[in-house]
Structure formats: structure tokens, C-alpha cells
């Protein structure tokens, strides 16, 4: 297990997952959504970000945190092991509003950019994590099942992790 990609819902958990086992591993930890997101919100083109990507993927091992569906040709012709975390419908929803009513009272800087969410961001807009989570929960559950069993991806280890307790479990193992 060298070159991991962490998936999953927004607000499932998958950046928190993902430090855990990078500094478990003694890996990098690489967040896509750090090589996506320039100032003021700003959309990298997909030039930009895929060549980040690629330059990232470079290393020898790295814990990679991050969906965006249109890199998979690119993420996972390197990958030797995908990790979901597919937890409950409730428990993601759950995970992403308090994530985002902490980052719009905290306003902590993300990825370095400046940018940071706001509570009008978070709860009153469209392009809000609780929003795309309720929209897109059903349907990544769908597509990541399809594309763990597609044989175009037989040489990927993929482990499906339901639940924080699984998820600590999973990193309790790889400390022993």
C-alpha cells in the first residue's frame, strides 16, 4: 500500500480519514481540493489542475484526498489501493453541517488560498458542502460501487469503510 485515493461524499469524513492515515503511514497527505481551489473561489482549469495532479502524483507514496470524477483516468492509473468512506446518509449530512457551521465561526483559511467559508456560503447558497452532499450522496454510492467491482480497475485494492468505528479500526490495524 503505497499510493492511496481516500472517496467519498462531501462531508463524509474523507480529509480527516485521509491525515489519519497519511501520518499513520509516515506518507504525504495530498488534498485535491488544495490543488483545485485558487483565491476568491477562484476554479483552477482542468490544464492547471491536472498538471498539479500529475506533479503530485510523482511521488513514490502519497494519501490522496479528493473525488473531482474528471481526474479518475489520471488518479488511478497510479493507485494501488482506494479507500471509500460510505458512511450513513444522516451521519454524512450530519458531518457536513457541522463542518461548515465551525468553518463559517472559526472563518479558518482554506488550503492556503485565503479563502475561507462563510455562514452564508455554508447554509444560503448553492454551491454549499451541505448542498452538494444531499445532492450527490446517492448517486456516489452508485457510481463507487459500479467502479469497484469495473475490471478496468481489478489491479486497485478497495476498501469500503461504513463507519467511524470501522474507520479507526482500519488505522488501529496498520499501527500494529
Known amino acids: 500500500m503505497k499510493k492511496i485515493n481516500v472517496i467519498g461524499t462531501s462531508g463524509s469524513g474523507k480529509s480527516t480519514f485521509s491525515r489519519m ?14 490543488m483545485f481551489w485558487q483565491s476568491n473561489w477562484q476554479e483552477s482549469s482542468d490544464d492547471e489542475f491536472f498538471s498539479k495532479l500529475r506533479s503530485c502524483l510523482a511521488q513514490d507514496t502519497w494519501v490522496l484526498d479528493g473525488n473531482y470524477s474528471r481526474t479518475t483516468e489520471i488518479k488511478w492509473a497510479a493507485f494501488d489501493h482506494v479507500i471509500w468512506i460510505d458512511y450513513s446518509f444522516s451521519r454524512t449530512v450530519y458531518q457536513a453541517v457541522k463542518r461548515a457551521f465551525i468553518r463559517s ?4 483559511e482554506l488550503w492556503g488560498t485565503g479563502n475561507v467559508e462563510t455562514f452564508a456560503k455554508s447554509f444560503f447558497s448553492r454551491d454549499s458542502v451541505i448542498v452538494l452532499a444531499l445532492k450527490t450522496y446517492k448517486r456516489n454510492r452508485v457510481r463507487y460501487t459500479k467502479i469497484s467491482t469495473d475490471p478496468n480497475y481489478s489491479h486497485i485494492t478497495f476498501v469500503r469503510i461504513r463507519s467511524p468505528k470501522m474507520a479507526n479500526a482500519y488505522i488501529e490495524k496498520l499501527r500494529t
Do not use: F, K, Q, V
Not at 492515515?21 to 488544495?34: F, K, N, Q, V
Not at 465561526?105 to 479558518?108: D, E, S, V, Y
Open 105 to 108: 465561526i472559526t472563518r479558518a
Open 21 to 34: 492515515l497519511a501520518t499513520t503511514l509516515d506518507y504525504p497527505h495530498l488534498e485535491m481540493d488544495s
